[in-house]
C-alpha cells in the first residue's frame, strides 16, 4: 500500500508551543525560573518557524519524492504494526544523530543547520529557530536505509514528527538537571544546553534529537558543568535579527569563499564546501577541534577532560598567532 496517510504532529502540537512558550516567558519575567528572552530575537526565532513550514509545503515534496522513488525498490513492505512504528523511531533517531553530527563537520550542511543555533539566548522560541533550506542539502539520503527495508516514507515522518516534539521542550533554562536515570538515557534540556553552547569543552557535543545514548556510544556526550555555564550562539555571532539573512547568511558566506577567490584548486574550492566549518585553505581560521586545542594550550589543566583534546604542542593552531 503505498498511500498511508497520519496526522501532522507537529501542526497538532502547534497550540501547545504557543502555550509553553508563554507560560516560560511569564516565570523568566516574574524571576521565578532561569531564562532570557530578547524581544526581537524571539520574534526572528519564530519568523524562522514560519519560514520553515512554509518551506516544507513548497519544497518538502523533494525529499518524499526522493523516498517514494526508492520505496520502489524495498525489500519487504513492513506494515503497520505496533511494532515497526517502535523501530522506526529508534532507527530513525539514530538517523538523526549522524545527520546532525553530518551537519555540525560538513559546511555544505552546516550552511542550512547553523540559523539554528544563532540566537544567543536559550528558550523554547529557539526550538522554532529553524532552516529552510535543509531539504536541498541532500541529507534525504540518510532516510533511504529506513526504506529500502520496509518503512514507507509517510511512517517515517509521522515518527519524525515525535521526535521533533521532544526536541521542542528541552530548549529551555527553565529545568536543570533531572532524575539520574533519565539523565542517562534521554535528551534533555541540560544536555541540548551543552549542544548549544559555545564554550571550547562544549563544541560538536550532544547531538541527540531524543536519545543521548547515541553521544554516549560514539563518544560525543559532553556533560554540563556548572563551573563552564553554556554560552549560546555560534563562535561568530551574527548583528543582525533580519530572519532572511540569518537564513541565508552561511550559504552566501561559503559560496564567496568556494568560488569568490582567485587562484584556488579545485580541491581548495571543494574544501570551502564540503570540509568542516572554520576550514579555509591557508589555515587562516579556526574550527571546532582547533578552538578547543587553543583552550587546552592556554588551559593545560584542562587537557584530556571530556569535550577536551590532549594536549598538542607540536601541531601548530590555525588562526594562532605565533606571539600568543
Known sequence: MDAYQFPKVTE??????????LIEIFLVQTKRARGSFNTADTLTSLAMGVGNVAAGILLGFISFSVLMWVWQYRVADLGLHWWVFLTAFLIDDL?????????????????????????????????????????????????TPLVLLGFHPALIA??????????????????????RPIE??????SHHRVHHATNPRYLDANFAGT?????????????????DPPRYGIVKNLATNNPVRVAFHEWVAM??????????TLRQRLGYLFMPPGWSHDGSRQGSDAIKQDYVRRNPSEAGKPGLPDLDTATPVPGLKAAE
Open 12 to 21: 497538532l502540537a502547534i497550540p501547545f508551543f504557543v502555550l509553553a512558550m
Open 95 to 143: 538517523r538523526y544523530y549522524w545527520y546532525h553530527r553530518i551537519a555540525h563537520r560538513v559546511r555544505w550542511v552546516w550552511a542550512e543547520h547553523v540559523n539554528h543555533h544563532s540566537s544567543q539566548h536559550y528558550n523554547l522560541s529557539t526550538a522554532l529557530r529553524q532552516s529552510w533550506t535543509g531539504h536541498l542539502t541532500g541529507m534525504v539520503i540518510l532516510q
Open 158 to 179: 509521522f515518527v519524525y514528527g515525535f521526535n521533533l516534539l521532544w526536541q521542542f521542550w528541552i530548549h529551555t533554562e527553565t529545568v536543570g538537571k533531572m532524575w
Open 184 to 189: 542517562l538515557v534521554m535528551n534533555t534540556p
Open 211 to 227: 536519545l543521548i545514548v547515541w553521544d554516549r556510544l560514539f563518544g560525543t556526550f559532553v556533560e554540563e558543568l556548572p563551573e
Open 255 to 264: 559560496f564567496r569563499d568556494a568560488f569568490g577567490m582567485k587562484g584556488l
